[in-house]
């Protein structure tokens, strides 16, 4: 099975892993039991809500990327099981598992570890994407990741600070 991309698709896994972020950093802020960490993981939530907007966004602006060849879907079947069952910014299986245990550091460490996955996610759904559909606005999406990924690297050095 050869499957191409579109940046189009690639937007819309990337809004639904962003939707799925948001559920993991409530239920972080959900369990915490200072003000300070529940605020902070909050604030990650908002973050996450302005990046499903603005990818939202991004998909319609770029929606005339063009259309890959996928008569059975394919390729639509196959971001929805990875948006949802990859280990990336997210994953419902990882928030699931989030015991209220956690230390704002623990959830921070998990977290950075889950979007350095997401980076590599996109960065492999970029080479599956041709030129002509749209492979270089991949390139907003993982910068947006790395974007996150210094945020909550840099929170892990106050902390630890």
């Not at 809004?15 to 972080?28: D, H, L, M, P, S």
């Not at 200072?34 to 973050?47: G, I, K, Q, W």
């Not at 977290?111 to 996109?122: P, Q, R, T």
């Not at 991949?138 to 990741?145: A, P, S, T």
């Amino acid at each position: 099975m050869s499957i191409r991309f579109n940046a189009d698709e690639i937007f819309a896994i990337a809004v639904q892993i962003e939707r799925n972020g948001q559920a993991f950093y409530q239920k972080a802020a959900d369990i915490q039991t200072d003000d300070a960490s529940r605020a902070y993981f909050m604030n990650l939530v908002d973050m996450e809500k302005e990046h499903v907007a603005m990818f939202q966004s991004m998909r319609e602006q770029f929606s005339d990327s063009g259309e890959a060849i996928d008569p059975y879907d394919e390729a639509g079947q196959y971001l929805a099981t990875m948006a949802d069952g990859y280990h990336v910014e997210g994953s419902p299986k990882v928030t699931a598992e989030l015991t209220g245990s956690e230390s704002q550091e623990d959830i921070l460490r998990l977290a950075i570890g889950l979007e350095k996955d997401a980076v590599l996610f996109y960065l492999g759904m970029k080479d599956v994407v041709p030129e002509a559909l749209g492979r270089d606005k991949v390139d907003l999406i993982i910068e947006e990741e790395k974007q996150h990924l210094v945020t909550l690297t840099a929170e892990l050095k106050k902390l630890k600070g």
